[in-house]
């Protein structure tokens, strides 16, 4: 690492979207895996680099509490509003109460259900793009297919999708929370009010039929509950964006899909790997601890790097090698322990059903014009992804 590179440079989008925060993480690893990044415009904060040390933070809930906020916040932003009431923002046991409101939509059995119509769908965006194959793949594909999915599951009728898209697109661009956007919590509210009147079989109805402690949830509790299972389509956007960009830089993997299906749920594991597109998560220390020897004072915030977790030598051998082929692969893009990512069943289906269609479809993949990074500490891929996808 040269001499101008210090872990102070993490917390600057710009290294993220136009340098190279690996070789960060890399020294990191070696050389300070625990450490102290004092305050700046965000507050003061531990990084936590390596694998082991970032797992044994996710598995440990009672020490490393997520109801204080999972992501860096300017210091003038105060504390996030959802603290307490959303899935992402909640510790035990109110965590497994509201994930048990919700999980019957995620599970591997609804999942498996969902195939037709995460299928149709994959058809639906592709059928789309201009006969010729180009597009703007980042925002015409992965984005709108994530959404238009979660979108399908939330309760948002099919002719509403695109509306959602748009809104939810623009919200991002913008880099504002979803519940800024005056258009898409109106929707909501509405949405809510017609499903109090006449409950369907959707997510937005469990949430208004949902109890814990034997009290139904606030409109406040499942609007933000709402906003936060709909923004995390960006991360899962950008892992199917920044996966079809790995296999055209590795034309070699490409060709071993096509020859060999059978390796489809490898590759979509070492995408996920690879691509790591959730670039931190934070907790707060509940208690005085240690962090690989490292003290821990209560109320410190612990930041992890997840992509640096998932590039480490001593758990994944030749970890900057793209490989589809990759056994074990353990990593933690969906996070572990009690906030494994609610959604990584229906992840993992919605990626394998979009490569299997792709494969179908195309003969190659082919670059048509610059990459652009998105410019973010909290998510990484392409936000510009210019392709042709060249038909067979």
């Not at 194959?133 to 695109?162: K, N, Q, W």
């Not at 199917?240 to 390796?263: F, N, S, T």
């Not at 707060?284 to 209560?298: L, N, S």
Request: hydrophobic content about 40%.
């Amino acid at each position: 690492m040269t001499t101008a590179v210090t872990p102070e440079v993490l917390t600057d989008p710009e290294l993220h979207a136009h340098g190279d925060p690996h070789e960060v993480w890399r020294w990191m690893r070696r050389h300070a895996p625990v450490h102290r990044h004092p305050a700046t415009a965000l507050p003061a904060f531990w990084s936590v680099t390596r694998y082991d040390d970032v797992r044994a933070v996710y598995r440990d809930p009672e020490t490393f509490s997520s109801r204080h906020g999972v992501l860096l916040r300017p210091v003038d932003r105060g504390v996030d509003p959802g603290g307490g009431m959303t899935l992402a923002l909640s510790d035990p046991p109110r965590h497994k109460q509201l994930r048990a409101v919700v999980a019957d939509w995620f599970s591997t059995r609804a999942v498996r259900d969902l195939e037709e119509t995460t299928l149709q769908a994959v058809r639906d965006v592709l059928d789309r793009l201009p006969a010729d194959g180009t597009c703007e793949f980042a925002h015409d594909v992965a984005g709108r297919l994530s959404m238009y999915l979660i979108g399908g599951i939330i309760g948002v009728p099919r002719h509403d999708h695109e509306r959602l898209f748009q809104w939810t697109t623009e919200a991002f661009a913008a880099g504002v929370s979803l519940a800024a956007h005056q258009d898409l919590m109106r929707y909501f509210i509405d949405l809510m009010g017609r499903r109090t009147a006449e409950p369907t079989d959707d997510m937005v109805s469990a949430l208004l039929g949902g109890t814990i402690d034997g009290e139904l949830l606030t409109e406040e509790e499942i609007l933000l509950n709402c906003e936060n299972i709909i923004g995390a389509t960006e991360n899962g956007g950008l892992a199917v964006a920044g996966g079809i960009l790995a296999l055209v830089r590795h034309p070699d993997m490409w060709r071993r899909l096509a020859e060999d299906p059978e390796v489809l749920p490898g590759a979509v594991e070492e995408i996920l790997r690879w691509t790591s597109s959730a670039t931190h998560s934070m907790r707060t220390a509940t208690r005085d601890c240690e962090i690989a020897g490292q003290a821990i004072a209560a109320g410190d915030r612990v930041v992890l790097w997840v992509p640096s977790a998932n590039r480490d030598e001593d758990v994944f051998p030749e970890p900057y090698r793209f490989d589809v082929g990759r056994s074990p692969n353990r990593h933690l893009a969906l996070g572990s322990g009690e906030h494994f990512c609610l959604g990584a069943t229906l992840a993992r289906s919605q990626m394998r059903l979009l490569l299997m269609e792709l494969l179908e479809r195309t003969v190659r993949i082919e670059l048509c014009g610059p990459v652009h990074r998105i410019s973010s500490i909290a998510v990484s891929g392409p936000e510009s992804l210019p392709l042709r996808l060249v038909p067979r």
